[in-house]
Every structure is written in structure tokens, then in C-alpha cells.
């Protein structure tokens, strides 16, 4: 399999585990939210870096605008590890379309299914650096100095939407917009789900299964 989707709500390691995969199978690893934000960093006037702007008005990009920067990336990978993108129906159906013109086709969508307590205690416990982005946890990948940034010496802090209740709030949201999307993809027989719920070696595990590449191809279901 060398054509795979990562999806799963926030706090799910989709893109730890997708990066691992992509590792694994000698693809790239493509984060849509990467893709936008470098866009949005670039100086240049091109026509995507102002279609992806429109993010700093409050409103989204388009499924169109987001599908060409995707896309765009794809025409120079032989294979991919998909992570943030497709996130709705339209875009998945684009993303079809695009594929079956490039006489290639989507080998597996992989879901990861975590439970509410488990994303509170990885995303609560996040820690980011306002100055330069880079993130820590506090109990998992801690700075040196308690509170302060290894890389620049900042001080950390908490994002609001890493506090519980808007963690919560994020959940709910993405499970009901992404529900149609679930849908789609388990209709169309390629969507595979994962229990995340435990360490990162044992998900890559259950997700290499998930593909046929581990001791077993049996696919692993939510408890």
C-alpha cells in the first residue's frame, strides 16, 4: 500500500502515526495544515497564497483551493500519507476524481479512535511556545526547565483550545462534521479502524496490521 489517509479527531497521533507510516512505506507524509501554512507565511502574491489568506478574515479556504494545494504536492510524490485532508465529502470526492486521473487510486483510509479521557490527558497536557511553535508535554516530552522553551527560552503556556472544556468542544464538533466523511469512505471499503487509545509503538502496530504490513493483517476495531 503506498496511497493512505490518516483520519481521527484531534489528540489521535494521526500525524506521529502518519509520519511513522510514511517512513515505513518510503512516501512522504503531506499535513494539509502544513501545506496552509506555509502558503500563508510566503511572501510572494501568488493566486493560492491569497485564496489561503482569507484564513486571517475569519473565513475558510474554499474545498477547491484546499484540494489544488493538496494536490499540488501530490503531483511530485510517488505515494502519500495523507493527514488533515480530505475533511469533508466534497473534498474526498475531489480528491477521487484526482486520483482516477492520474490512473491511481486511494489503497486506505485509516481512522483512529481514541476515547474523550485519553485526548483531555495528551492535548491538556501540551505546552507551546507563543515565540518560536515548538511544543512539549508535560508529561511525556517535558522542557528541560519547567515552563520555559529549550529552543529560545520563552515562557510556555497553555492554548485555550488545549483546556478541557474546549477540548471537549472540539470532540463533539469533529465528530459530527466528520460523520458523513466516515461514512463515505466505509462505503467505498477502504476505511480501516484503529484503537489509539494506547502507546504510540502499540497504535503503529495495530495501524501496520490495519495496512497488511504487521504479524497480522487483521484489522483492529474500537473497544
Known sequence: MKRIIMMGPPGAGKGTQGVRLARTLTVPHIASGDLLRRLMAEDGDSELARAVRVIHEGRMVSDEVASAIV?????NAAGFVLDG?????A??????????EQREHL????????TEEVVVARIGGRLTCARCG?????DHEPPV?????DRCGNQLEI????????????????????????GWYEAHGLLRHVDADDSQETVFERCLRAIGRGDSAEVEFPK
Not at 92 to 97: I, M, P, V, Y
Not at 107 to 113: G, I, K, P, S
Open 71 to 75: 494536490f499540488r504536492e501530490l503531483g
Open 85 to 89: 485532508f480530505p475533511r469533508n465529502v
Open 91 to 100: 473534498q474526498a470526492e475531489l480528491l477521487s476524481k484526482y486520483l482516477t
Open 107 to 114: 489503497d486506505a483510509v485509516l481512522y483512529l479512535h481514541v
Open 134 to 138: 515548538e511544543t512539549y508535554h508535560r
Open 145 to 149: 526547565v519547567a515552563g520555559i522553551c
Open 159 to 182: 492554548r485555550p483550545d488545549d483546556r478541557p472544556d474546549h477540548i471537549r468542544t472540539r470532540l463533539h464538533l469533529y465528530e459530527e462534521r466528520t460523520a458523513p466523511l466516515v
